[in-house]
């Protein structure tokens, strides 16, 4: 698949750190087995929507590669196609992989959103994720962009007022939707032009920020992003050594700092170990540190040998390993009704204590001293 140099797939990154785009055309597209899967997930969904029948086992080509249908691709692809053919009537205008031309927001610049419906003047713009690290659909500037592409194309015969954005993941049981105004969005557009512009003219700079280094490949080796790091980390302090063992001397201030950019911290330290083993991979020497093979558990290396094996030696009781289903799994088996004589079975542990964001799902504890005391 192409994907424009600006693309609404890398936006979270070049709309915030403009230098970004220049720094990452040094290094090569990669892929792995999950993009992969991906990949033949969308085009599942893709000749769903457009009526073809999709079964376990087939054999399909996507992209020039032959994969063949298994029962989790063939489910994610059908959960996905249900929901968005659940927004379409006789009157819907409905837009399948379509490519929108973002010419608007940079020359050369377009987008492939994963299915659109426009119902009178409302418009509904639907992507498609099929990893498990939750991605919602509020601020989503991917599909913003997708929106924006949709109007352009759209606006000249058809009035459209409102916007949804449509988030299904449902292979991570995550499903989220979006809505915001027309003028909005073109708020988000000019917004997305000036950016734009001051790529093509080369006036950029670095902005290290979670989203936007999250899947950057210039991450492990952008001197902007270890500068924050540092700065954030080090705080008051004048190095880091001064706040070895004093953790608890940090005030609030440091804290929330902190913990506003852990993701990122987190993520710059995991980009310099793969650095750190690369390099030692090759011979270079790091002082005080070594390689080593991480202890793995063992397993079978023919399953179906090693079980005639067993049963043979042990009976089927000593072979196997019985053990209970869980009780979400016991509930979902009974049905509702009889579920409620499980209730008197089993018990929900107190939950353990934890600092989140404001904007993460759960009621805060407001007596957290009154909490400790129990403790």
């Not at 070895?244 to 929330?256: L, N, S, W």
């Amino acid at each position: 698949m192409t994907h424009a140099r600006l693309s609404p797939s890398s936006s979270a990154r070049w709309l915030t750190c403009t230098a970004s785009v220049e720094a990452s055309d040094k290094y090569e597209n990669t892929t792995n087995p999950s993009a992969i899967w991906g990949t033949n997930v969308h085009y599942l969904g893709e000749q769903m929507l457009k009526g073809n029948e999709i079964a376990v086992g087939q054999r399909h080509t996507e992209q020039g590669v032959v994969f063949v249908v298994d029962a989790e691709m063939l489910k994610t692809a059908e959960e996905y196609a249900d929901y968005v053919n659940s927004y379409i009537d006789k009157n819907s205008v409905v837009l399948i992989e379509e490519q929108f031309d973002l010419s608007c927001i940079s020359p050369n610049q377009f987008g492939t959103s994963d299915a659109t419906v426009l119902n009178g003047t409302h418009l509904h713009v639907f992507d498609l994720k099929t990893g498990h690290g939750i991605v919602n659909a509020e601020q989503n500037t991917q599909m913003m962009l997708y929106a924006i592409g949709a109007v352009e194309e759209l606006e000249s015969i058809y009035d459209i007022d409102e916007i949804t954005l449509h988030i299904v993941q449902t292979r991570a049981g995550h499903i989220d939707s979006w809505n915001l105004h027309y003028q909005d969005l073109m708020h988000f557009k000019s917004f997305a032009v000036i950016q734009a512009d001051a790529i093509i003219s080369g006036e950029t700079k670095f902005n290290p920020t979670k989203k936007g280094c999250q899947w950057c490949p210039h991450s492990r080796d952008c001197d902007a992003l270890k500068n924050h790091v540092t700065e954030t980390v080090t705080g008051a302090f004048d190095n880091l050594e001064d706040i070895e063992g004093q953790a608890d001397k940090v005030d609030t201030t440091h804290i929330k700092n902190i913990l506003d950019n852990a993701d990122l911290i987190i993520g710059f330290v995991k980009a310099i170990q793969d650095v750190a083993l690369e390099k030692m991979q090759e011979g270079i020497e790091i002082d005080g540190y070594k390689i080593i093979k991480t202890r793995k558990n063992k397993k079978w290396a023919d399953v179906e040998s090693a079980e005639k094996y067993l049963v043979r030696k042990l009976k089927q009781a000593g072979a196997f390993k019985r053990t209970l289903i869980t009780p979400t799994q016991a509930i979902k088996a009974v049905g509702k009704d009889n579920a409620k004589h499980l209730e008197k079975l089993f018990v929900i542990p107190e939950g353990d204590l934890k600092v989140v964001s404001n904007d993460t799902k759960g009621e805060a504890i407001v007596n957290v001293a009154d909490q400790f005391k129990e403790v």
